[in-house]
């Protein structure tokens, strides 16, 4: 069996490589040429599905959609629940038209992760695993924020995935500001300077983790005048000259994680109440105080919680929370037990998340009961507010960071759906973050996000509602007992449609859980939990 050990060491070694010389371009194997998926079609036809349009109306059905190519061209009412369907009220279909029967199931809008990262190097996370666990998942637009394999190699990928030459969803590359410049940007010229070569190259937007306020406004400037998204982890390092209603007033449309907000929410002081051996390269240190933070904020419902929250509403700011890539940190062991990882977690990214000083959100060193409980109060607040700013008209919008904290791709993302549903989200609302607003986001809701006529076919069949428990959108499915007292699984999204290609989610899985299965047996491997050895 491999070494732990010198695995382990390896990763360790590149991740410090990447530490020291940052614009190091860690690139993952691309992907190769599709072979997977039907279509597109001249005439598709899916007939008898209950529609959930993602434009926030409750279902209807059964109803027939037809698409032409990769676009919807019309939905027929063809009946009523529990009666058969009307045949003369059907779309027909001639010698050119392909049908997918699909009665019973349900039919939603194709799934935008606003936080996607295309795997890395240090988590040997080749980017066929990455696409395929996210079709196989719903997932058919991505915001790529970071671009960490680096702008060329991205941007290649985006454009081969929009002539379908891969199996992937359709990318949106956001690189991190000043990757690829020579030397740190220093001055907001240099700044404009780089935003503008990135427009020119073809960039969709800007990843900041925040800046010495003259270059971000500069930066930020540049970026809407070119109109280039723009999205920021406020990190520890640069929040307290650059909290969220700084960051927003300067032209920023959307945050990440929550980072920046309790910030912009405190009274009584200026930095977090940091502890006084507090080192942000200890990451135990960083997740750990990170879960007193909501506590110093101003207290739900009072005038400076409502002052922040009308700014970002007046701003139009979206908030996407990532609830999912930290919910280790409030129950470690769940996250790292889900049942998925011996089948789907590859042996690379299993090492990854192993407990490491070195190794970026694996700070398992000390997590107990202690830090869980300041996490599940952290969780509390944190989703007040989410839950209330949704509530009052602004934009929240799904996304997963998977590939760090026990989070695996396609997993991670449903997982945040059953953590949005946790904050107060009806599941239509859940649904409509993870489309419809995802979408307006991006500023792409005129092509997808919803079901309707004219838009383009990203569309996810499932055999079950998954309004009634969102936890049947996962690969694995849930649980049920049927009538016969059987234990059986329910659910699993059947098809995945994008661009009018129709792709076998459960095969992609199936891919998937060959790629894992291979890579054990080449380095004659076994997932083990942390602190256990093979002896043998």
């Known amino acids: 069996m491999l070494s732990r050990i010198s695995l382990t060491s390896f990763l360790a070694i590149l991740l410090l490589a990447l530490i020291i010389n940052p614009a190091v371009n860690a690139q993952v194997t691309a992907a190769p040429d599709r072979t997977e998926g039907e279509g597109p079609f001249d005439r598709l036809i899916i007939r008898g599905v209950t529609l959930v349009s993602g434009t926030g109306a409750p279902p209807s059905g059964p109803v027939d959609i037809v698409i032409e190519q990769n676009r919807i061209i019309s939905i027929a009412n063809v009946g009523f629940p529990g009666v058969p369907i009307n045949e003369a009220?059907?779309?027909?279909?001639?010698?050119?038209?392909?049908?997918?029967?699909?009665?019973?199931?349900?039919?939603?809008?194709?799934?935008?992760d606003m936080h996607g990262h295309i795997g890395g190097s240090a988590q040997g996370t080749p980017a066929e695993y990455v696409y395929k666990l996210w079709l196989a998942h719903g997932i058919t637009t991505v915001r790529d924020p970071g671009s960490y394999n680096g702008l060329e190699w991205s941007l290649n990928e985006k454009r081969r995935s929009e002539a379908n030459e891969i199996t992937a969803p359709r990318l949106h590359i956001y690189l991190s500001f000043g990757r690829g410049h020579s030397g740190p940007i220093t001055t907001p010229e240099q700044a404009q300077t780089w935003v503008q070569n990135l427009a020119n190259q073809g960039g969709d937007g800007i990843k900041f983790f925040g800046l010495r306020p003259d270059i971000m406004a500069a930066a930020l400037t540049e970026a809407n005048r070119l109109g280039l998204g723009s999205a920021a982890h406020h990190a520890q390092p640069n929040v307290t000259w650059m909290n969220v209603l700084d960051s927003s007033a300067m032209g920023l449309t959307t945050m990440e994680?929550?980072?920046?907000?309790?910030?912009?929410?405190?009274?009584?002081?200026?930095?977090?109440?940091?502890?006084?051996?507090y080192n942000y390269m200890n990451e135990q240190h960083r997740f750990e105080e990170a879960g007193r933070l909501w506590r110093q904020a101003a207290e739900q419902g009072s005038d400076h919680w409502n002052d922040v929250m009308q700014t970002l509403l007046d701003r139009d700011f979206t908030l996407v929370p990532t609830f999912n890539i930290y919910d280790a940190n409030r129950d470690l062991m769940r996250a790292r037990t889900a049942e998925w990882h011996q089948d789907y977690t590859l042996p690379s990214l299993w090492e990854f998340f192993m407990p490491s000083r070195v190794a970026h959100g694996s700070y398992w060193l000390n997590w107990g009961t202690?830090?869980?409980?300041?996490?599940?109060?952290?969780?509390?607040?944190?989703?007040?507010?989410?839950?209330?700013?949704?509530?009052?008209?602004?934009?929240?919008?799904?996304?997963?960071?998977?590939?760090?904290?026990?989070?695996?791709?396609?997993?991670?993302?449903?997982?945040?759906?059953?953590?949005?549903?946790?904050?107060?989200?009806?599941?239509?609302?859940?649904?409509?973050?993870?489309t419809l607003k995802g979408a307006e986001a991006l500023g792409v809701a005129d092509q997808v996000g919803t079901i309707e006529p004219g838009k383009l076919a990203d569309i996810i069949l499932i055999d079950a509602n998954p309004l009634e428990n969102l936890q049947l959108l996962y690969g694995t499915g849930a649980i049920v007992v049927n009538e016969a007292n059987e234990v059986v699984r329910k659910g699993g999204i059947s098809y995945t449609i994008k661009d009018g290609i129709i792709f076998d989610a459960k095969q992609l899985l199936e891919d998937v859980r060959r790629m894992v299965e291979l890579s054990k047996q080449e380095l004659d491997y076994e997932i083990l939990q942390p602190g256990i050895r093979n002896n043998n």
């Open 89 to 112: 009220r059907r779309p027909q279909a001639d010698e050119n038209t392909y049908v997918l029967e699909a009665e019973g199931m349900y039919a939603l809008p194709g799934f935008v």
């Open 257 to 277: 994680h929550w980072y920046g907000l309790p910030e912009a929410l405190f009274t009584d002081r200026i930095i977090q109440n940091y502890r006084l051996d």
């Open 370 to 434: 202690e830090q869980e409980l300041l996490w599940k109060d952290n969780y509390r607040l944190w989703m007040s507010f989410v839950n209330e700013y949704k509530n009052r008209g602004g934009r929240v919008a799904a996304g997963s960071d998977s590939g760090y904290i026990y989070q695996i791709y396609g997993f991670g993302y449903i997982r945040e759906l059953e953590m949005l549903r946790e904050a107060g989200f009806h599941p239509l609302e859940v649904i409509h973050s993870a």
